[in-house]
């Protein structure tokens, strides 16, 4: 059995009675434990909707869905979101009144009963992303590319098993993009976590594993 599996996802926004888009018309792949893949495909072929499903942000689709052996349905919403997936987006969405490990912490500020070490914890993400001497900063005060490894280091604080990146050099120069994604693939190492990371960019996806195209809501 493969860590993910999805199976003939459809989704459709209904906009009135009449009109509806078809954003996901069957989508079928499965993922290894281990593995970093990327979805491609141009704009509006419906890889942010994939993302959001996968995010468990989004529950208005047909077809299944598991995760380690569970559909995701089954999953407790929060449970999911912080514990299963941690996501990363190409606008950051850091809290700009909080601080750079205040914003990684923040995750963790609805669960009770801890049972990691957050402040182990802490102390190796932002080792890992290379802000220690950033910690105290709050975003304003922070480039492009250190806002997006507050973000990663937040997405990772609770230890996922898949994280999950829209676009995550979308904003950033190409120099900066590229050590984002050598960052990423760094920690799908090290952490062995899955990563599944949307680009419209052949460059960044040709230094994944394996990539997932997508053309008009379906893989080909
Ligand atoms: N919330 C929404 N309501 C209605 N239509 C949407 C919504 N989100 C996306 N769409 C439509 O679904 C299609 C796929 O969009 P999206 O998943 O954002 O594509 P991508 O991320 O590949 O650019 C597009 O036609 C888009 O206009
Ligand atoms: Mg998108």
């Given at each position: 059995m493969s860590f993910i599996e999805i199976s003939d996802l459809k989704r459709v926004y209904k906009m009135s009675k009449e009109v509806s888009v078809e954003a996901l018309r069957g989508v079928s792949f499965e993922v290894q434990k281990g593995e970093f893949i990327s979805v491609v495909g141009s704009s509006g072929s419906g890889k942010s909707t994939l993302l959001n499903i996968l995010g468990g942000l989004d529950f208005e689709y047909t077809g299944e869905i598991s995760i380690d052996g569970k559909n995701i349905k089954e999953y407790n919403p929060n449970f999911y979101r912080r514990n299963i997936v941690g996501t990363i987006f190409q606008q950051f969405y850091l809290i700009p009144s909080l601080s750079v490990e205040e914003n990684i912490l923040l995750p963790l500020k609805f669960v009770k009963n801890r049972n990691i070490d957050v402040n182990e914890r802490l102390e190796s993400l932002l080792e890992m992303v290379d802000l220690k001497n950033r910690r105290?900063?709050?975003?304003?005060?922070?480039s492009g590319g250190q806002a997006q490894r507050v973000a990663i280091a937040r997405a990772l604080i609770d230890n996922p098993k898949v994280v999950l990146a829209d676009?995550?050099?979308?904003?950033?120069d190409s120099k900066t993009g590229e050590s984002i994604i050598r960052l990423l693939k760094e920690l799908n190492k090290t952490e062995s976590v899955i990563v599944i990371l949307v680009t419209h960019d052949k460059n960044i996806s040709a230094k994944t594993d394996r990539v997932i195209t997508l053309v008009d809501g379906k893989n080909v």
């Open positions: 105290k900063h709050f975003p304003k005060e922070l676009e995550p050099t979308g904003n950033l």
